[in-house]
């Protein structure tokens, strides 16, 4: 007989609960499936995703007549921290989990108790070390999701990751997954990049999405975001290359926008790819593949077609499963992109799925033992009453043993007393070294701050513009809760030029230097407290070049936070 279970897949603005059966060797079968919208809720706030998700999930059973059973839970994107880690290829697996952590503890920007993580490993590289693919999660996030479906009366298996749920989904239905490969699930707030080639996997979460494009028509139209929302299902499609127009006046400013934003996450895909070749040793794609809401407007595929000069298809998740009777087929086909992530988590109640990510609480994996424990429970309880009638029968003899015993230990503490004040000097003294070694171990928690700001401001930049000077102002005080820099960019005019026409094409004609637009994109990076232009000049023979100044202050963490950051890896 097949075993039923549900998969629930939490995206930015919608909830997909699906129902599937597993055969006996594997065979997936859909037998229902619903959606429902989520409101916009901020994760670190207590019982916020509990009160958004939770009556989505009842409406969808109501409405689908979906019955509770066992689910596999995945967290969208924009929730995970991913990386890829080389480490030194050890073949004890409690040696490699202690490795791993340590990359875990110095890439993740929280406390190791704040979090739920874990890592699969992908082989080794051409150079002997061992490659693996890290995933971790803020701990409060993951529980305001099986806290939502607990609450729904359904008990989570698994808690997976929409990207790596794609991924399954990629690996089993796709029907050649040779070469290098980049799949694009375009949701509503975000984009996940996910490159496979071979052993190789790279996932990025991309802040361009369904809901940047309703922004920019919004702006366009001054219209609301629901006004704007109708408008690109109605009227939307990606404008081409050149200087075609088409003849509605609406239907032309709508595409032009979308090819706007399409733009930007044309550069950021490239960036990536750019990034991925260099740093993991990749090959150049040769097949874009297609997947979530977004990516169903019209002519989107030949948008990348012609920008990346590479195969663009579509993934299919539904060509290796079967379909049960009660499945709308034509509705299920206008769907199915939105389904990709719901058959990868599906994937892992089989023999078919490659990775095998779990981010559940520690608690749950917890309770789930202590339930399987049960039996044995009772069965030794019937042991210890047994044994409990012979303890009776001892117990005088015992306490005589007892009495002897206790002399000795008596006589044996009054010998050992003497240490007792060296071994308290030796405790104070090591007190002292301890302290030392934690402002040691802070200052090496928060290396990795100084990389990830010149990131945030390169990744701000426009092509043709490029990061002359960094000057880092020096600290005053010792409770420094900021870091501010002073940053000189330099760009070409020619292609600043191009720059600015392009975003006044897709904010309505709406006109910004080029030094306004790299200050808007820089505000809009995380721990930037704050962003202005301090000085603009033309430099350069002939004046070919355009340089500004920027002061930039970035948010520190907390000293409580470096504090805990860098006992991560001290005693215990």
């Not at 859909?30 to 409101?39: D, I, R, S």
């Not at 005088?396 to 003497?418: F, I």
């Amino acid at each position: 007989m097949a075993n039923r279970f549900l998969t629930l897949n939490v995206g930015a603005s919608q909830t997909v609960l699906a129902e599937y059966t597993v055969g006996g060797k594997g065979e997936l079968t859909l037998v229902n499936y619903g959606m429902a919208p989520l409101a916009p809720v901020d994760a670190d706030t207590p019982g916020a995703m509990e009160s958004v998700l939770t009556p989505a999930i009842h409406a969808i059973m109501r409405e689908r007549g979906i019955k509770a059973a066992p689910v596999v839970v995945s967290l969208n994107g924009q929730s995970v921290f991913p990386r890829f880690a080389k480490v030194p290829a050890v073949g004890d697996a409690e040696k490699l989990d202690q490795i791993v952590r340590y990359e875990v503890e110095q890439n993740v920007p929280f406390p190791m108790d704040e979090i739920v993580w874990n890592y699969q490993s992908l082989g080794q590289t051409p150079d002997g070390d061992q490659a693996t693919i890290v995933v971790a999660a803020k701990l409060e996030h993951v529980r305001g999701v099986t806290n939502s479906v607990a609450g729904a009366g359904l008990s989570p298996e698994i808690v997976d990751v929409a990207p790596m749920a794609v991924y399954n989904t990629f690996k089993f239905g796709a029907p050649d997954t040779s070469g290098c490969n980049v799949v694009l699930d375009i949701g509503s707030r975000a984009t996940a990049l996910i490159i496979v080639e071979d052993e190789k996997v790279y996932i990025r979460s991309i802040p361009v999405g369904g809901n940047s494009i309703n922004k920019e028509i919004s702006q366009a139209f001054g219209c609301s975001l629901e006004d704007a929302e109708q408008l690109k299902r109605e009227r939307g499609y990606v404008a081409l290359g050149g200087v075609t127009e088409d003849p509605d006046e609406v239907t032309d400013r709508v595409s032009k926008v979308i090819r706007g934003v399409m733009t930007r996450l044309h550069a950021e895909v490239s960036r990536s790819i750019n990034f991925y070749r260099s740093q993991q040793g990749g090959s150049q794609p040769s097949r874009l593949l297609l997947t979530g809401g977004t990516s169903m407007i019209p002519q989107l595929d030949e948008f990348f077609r012609e920008s990346l000069q590479v195969e663009v298809e579509y993934l299919n998740p539904f060509g290796s499963i079967s379909i049960g009777p009660s499945v709308d087929a034509a509705k299920l086909e206008g769907e199915a992109l939105t389904l990709n992530e719901s058959v990868g988590l599906a994937l892992r109640m089989t023999p078919f799925a490659q990775m095998h990510f779990n981010l559940m609480p520690p608690e749950i994996i917890e309770g789930k033992r202590a339930v399987k424990r049960i039996p044995f429970l009772v069965a030794g309880g019937v042991l210890v009453l047994a044994a409990l009638g012979l303890g009776i029968l001892s117990f005088k003899r015992d306490t005589e043993v007892y009495r002897a015993q206790n002399g000795a230990v008596e006589a044996q503490r009054d010998t050992l007393s003497g240490f007792d004040s060296k071994i308290k000097d030796e405790q104070r003294r090591f007190a002292v070294e301890s302290d030392k070694a934690d402002e040691l171990r802070i200052l090496l928690a928060m290396r990795p701050l100084a990389l990830r700001r010149l990131v945030a401001v390169r990744e701000s930049l426009p092509p043709g513009m490029w990061i002359r000077e960094w000057k880092t102002e020096p600290s005053r005080g010792e409770d420094v809760q900021s870091v501010t820099v002073n940053v000189v960019i330099r760009g070409w005019k020619d292609e600043l030029e191009k720059v600015v026409k392009n975003d006044a094409e897709s904010h309505g004609g709406k006109a910004r230097t080029a030094a306004e637009i790299v200050l808007d994109e820089v505000k809009g990076k995380p721990h930037v407290e704050s962003a202005t232009i301090t000085g603009q000049t033309d430099v350069g023979q002939k004046n070919c070049l355009d340089e500004f100044t920027m002061k930039i202050v970035f948010e520190l963490p907390g000293k409580e936070e470096g504090r805990k950051s860098g006992k991560k890896g001290g005693r215990k």
